[in-house]
């Protein structure tokens, strides 16, 4: 495993750092994204978007559950846990599609899918700290160390 530890000041730096990871993003990869309600969560998903090129709205997917994404040749399933009251709602959700192995899989709230949830190749964590973030990212296996690379 791999770890870093960025500090970003602002909503701009926390596009910046996701746009910097957005090329290194490969099928088949998982992320999970976690931190408070507010900490910029979707906003880094907006960032690795607009790394690989897309212009369009990018919403969370808090009553949706998942949206998708066709960009730079990938397809990214943004998926959000927030509601989910337990984790085997999650196979109802049709969750296995979304890691088969053809998209990248970002998942907010993944912790609500534990013992359910694969484990992922990126762990990425933001906590608040006053006006800024801190951004821990942990990179389990090779592809997620790629992600992690040039950070």
């Given at each position: 495993?791999?770890?870093?530890?960025?500090?970003?000041?602002?909503?701009h730096a926390m596009l910046a750092l996701a746009e910097s990871m957005a090329q290194r993003l490969r099928p088949g990869q998982l992320l999970y994204l976690?931190?408070?309600?507010g900490a910029g969560k979707t906003t880094f998903v907006r960032g690795l978007?607009?790394?690989?090129?897309?212009?369009?709205?990018?919403?969370?997917?808090?009553?949706?559950?998942?949206e998708h994404y066709e960009a730079a040749d990938l397809v990214i399933y943004h998926l959000d846990l927030y509601r989910l009251e337990s984790p085997e709602e999650i196979e109802s959700m049709g969750m296995r599609d979304y890691v088969s192995g053809t998209g990248?899989?970002?998942?907010?709230?993944?912790?609500?899918g534990e013992?359910?949830?694969?484990?992922?190749?990126?762990?990425i964590v933001i906590?608040?700290?006053?006006?800024r973030r801190i951004v821990d990212i942990d990179?389990?296996?090779?592809?997620?160390r790629e992600l992690c690379g040039g950070l």
């Amino acid at each position: 495993m791999s770890s870093r530890r960025v500090v970003v000041d602002d909503e701009h730096a926390m596009l910046a750092l996701a746009e910097s990871m957005a090329q290194r993003l490969r099928p088949g990869q998982l992320l999970y994204l976690q931190g408070d309600l507010g900490a910029g969560k979707t906003t880094f998903v907006r960032g690795l978007l607009r790394g690989l090129g897309y212009r369009g709205h990018v919403k969370s997917p808090t009553f949706t559950l998942v949206e998708h994404y066709e960009a730079a040749d990938l397809v990214i399933y943004h998926l959000d846990l927030y509601r989910l009251e337990s984790p085997e709602e999650i196979e109802s959700m049709g969750m296995r599609d979304y890691v088969s192995g053809t998209g990248v899989c970002v998942v907010e709230w993944a912790e609500r899918g534990e013992g359910i949830l694969p484990s992922p190749d990126t762990r990425i964590v933001i906590h608040h700290d006053g006006d800024r973030r801190i951004v821990d990212i942990d990179c389990y296996t090779e592809v997620g160390r790629e992600l992690c690379g040039g950070l």
